[in-house]
Nanobody, 124 residues
């Protein structure tokens, strides 16, 4: 069974940067689509970014983070990353790593495995 463990969250001032990491327990993740979602208090979990294939490294982002966030993966380390720059208070949320099962990359229901989440707080 795939297990995902996020790390790297914390408190940062607006305009700052953080890098989140998601370590997978099994090599099977290298053949999967991996994604980051986030959930702010009182809101639904929303798509942030996905990396599409292990070879081409194709990716897609939510409009709200385009140009500021970068998703990447290191198959040798079984790890996917989310580099977050120019952070805004609206980026405050718990960030989750997920491994895709089937269906649209943008829906939580398409993902079979989830990490426990890491808190990102951006102060103004």
């Amino acid at each position: 069974q795939v297990q995902l463990v996020e790390s790297g969250g914390g408190l940062v001032q607006a305009g700052g940067s953080l890098r989140l990491s998601c370590a997978a327990s099994e090599r099977t993740f290298s053949n999967a689509y991996m994604a980051w979602f986030r959930q702010a208090p009182g809101k639904e979990r929303e798509f942030v970014a996905a990396i599409i294939t292990s070879r081409s490294g194709g990716y897609t982002y939510a409009d709200s983070v385009k140009g500021r966030f970068t998703i990447s993966r290191d198959n040798a380390k079984n790890t996917v990353y989310l580099q977050m720059n120019s952070l805004k208070p609206d980026d405050t949320a718990v960030y989750y790593c997920a491994a895709h099962g089937s269906g649209s990359l943008y829906y939580t229901s398409s993902y079979n495995y989830w990490g426990q989440g890491t808190q990102v707080t951006v102060s103004s």
